[in-house]
């Protein structure tokens, strides 16, 4: 579902180191060449360590932000309105862990193993997307989220699908195709609210519009000018279109479809710029994506400790799997 | 995939290792057609590699058959050695039909 610039987060970037070698050279020249031909690079094939890394947190980390993706909206399962709206939201949670298992076995393709990814996560060191720090409050937030934050992540993710590595790109075409989906399902919901429901329920919708707007633009990651990372991340092909163009273009598309639902966006200063040919919008409060990020949201503890609980609860499980495995499979002769 | 050098090469003693082995899957998308390579996962055995392959990537429909092998049990060409593999079949132009110049009025052939 949703990747957010994750690029500019690491605090080990940046440092692309002096080569070792003429040999090295000579394949860091072969390697830039590739990519400025657009081939794609395959898992085995050589490539700079600062590329590896770079790539290795990126999708580890939007693996992350998918598992725990699943949490704000498993908190509706159970609640939701009829048995339609169940099965579709029960569909949908099963498509982000899905997206966090393809993620994360392209991630792997990187030599690391999925064990170090999520203790990676479980210990803070790893960061999954703020968006998932907010609370879901009411029925309403889950057809915004689908509406909003998948439409957000969408236009994310489209242009990662011709990322230079190929595994990512592979995974993520897959994702791309599954995911439009999301955004209809939660477009549609929150028509049936706004055009059968009662007042209430209108205003439940509008309060969940103004929760989730500014979350939803921040996914885009930090203004062009304060993302330092993502000339390199261009130079590699990892990244194809700036934070502040996506975040522009969602900006643009999502106006009319708030006029059609008939909510107002929570931004006084939003407005249409002739002379642009683009939508104006207000100051984002770039301290509060910060200090979510950094661990102070509303609900930063809850998500990771859910992970946490889920991976200790299901420790037995995966021990007796294999237990079980090695007792009813013939061990295969060392080779 | 050269090498099995993914971390979850299982290490001798099954019951010393904490992480499912990995495989890789390959699905029919319909009687017709290869089964075609779309991903890998995690499975303590056969059978659950199979279910999961299933609910992990046929949640669409995408298959009518699935095949599912422990990577470490592919063995591949070396990626450092495509070139010599691969490049000398480029100047064996004759190997392909639009090598032969014919008259027209058999050109069909």
């Given at each position: 579902m949703y990747t957010q610039a994750m690029d500019t987060m690491g605090k080990d970037g940046g440092d692309a180191k002096a080569l070792r070698s003429a040999e090295e050279m000579q394949r860091q020249e072969a390697f830039d060449a590739r990519i400025d031909a657009g081939e794609f690079i395959e898992a085995k094939d050589w490539m700079p360590d600062h590329y590896r890394k770079t790539l290795l947190r990126q999708i580890s980390q939007h693996a992350h932000s998918e598992i725990v993706g699943m949490l704000p909206e498993g908190n509706w399962i159970s609640r939701a309105p009829t048995l339609k709206r169940?099965?579709?939201l029960l569909a949908k949670v099963q498509d982000e862990g899905g997206h966090g298992l393809y993620l994360y076995a392209a991630a792997e393709t990187l030599g690391t193993s999925r064990d170090q990814m999520i203790d990676a996560l479980h210990?803070?060191?790893?960061?999954?997307?703020?968006i998932f720090n907010y609370p879901t409050l009411t029925w309403a937030d889950m057809g915004t989220i689908g509406w909003l934050v998948d439409g957000a992540a969408i236009m994310n993710q489209v242009p990662i699908c011709r990322c230079s590595y190929a595994p990512y790109a592979r995974a993520m075409v897959r994702i791309c195709r599954e995911e439009s989906f999301h955004q209809r399902q939660g477009y549609d919901a929150l028509l049936t609210m706004v055009q059968q429901g009662t007042d209430a329920q209108r205003a439940m919708v509008q309060d969940a519009v103004n929760r989730w707007w500014w979350?939803?633009?921040m996914m885009f990651g930090p203004p062009d000018d304060q993302s330092p990372n993502s000339a390199q991340s261009m130079r590699w092909g990892i990244k194809r279109i700036s934070n502040d163009t996506l975040r522009q273009k969602f900006i643009d598309a999502t106006v009319e479809q708030a006029q059609l639902l008939g909510v107002t966006l929570p931004d006084p200063d939003l407005k249409w710029?002739?002379?642009?040919q683009a939508h104006d919008y207000g100051a984002i409060d770039w301290?509060?994506?910060w200090r979510v990020i950094g661990g102070d949201g509303?609900?930063?503890?809850?998500?990771?400790?859910?992970?946490v609980k889920a991976w200790d609860d299901g420790a037995w499980v995966r021990e007796a799997?294999?237990?079980?495995?090695?007792?009813?499979?013939?061990?295969?002769?060392a080779a | 995939m050269t090498t099995p050098s993914s971390p979850s090469t299982p290490v001798a003693d099954p019951a010393m290792a904490t992480e499912w082995p990995l495989w890789e899957v390959f699905v029919r998308s319909k009687a017709g057609l290869d089964h075609k390579h779309c991903g890998s996962l995690h499975a303590a055995d056969p059978r659950m590699a199979i279910q999961l392959a299933r609910d992990v990537y046929t949640r669409r429909q995408e298959g009518t058959s699935v095949w599912v092998v422990r990577s470490d049990q592919i063995v591949a060409s070396d990626p450092g050695e495509k070139a010599m593999y691969f490049d000398p079949?480029?100047?064996k132009v004759y190997r392909h039909p639009t090598f032969y110049v014919l008259p027209e009025s058999v050109d069909h052939m």
């Open positions: 169940k099965a579709i210990t803070g060191r790893a960061k999954y997307s703020s979350p939803s633009i710029n002739e002379e642009r301290s509060e994506f509303p609900c930063n503890e809850e998500r990771l400790g859910a992970r799997a294999l237990a079980h495995a090695a007792k009813h499979t013939p061990v295969r002769a | 079949a480029q100047d």
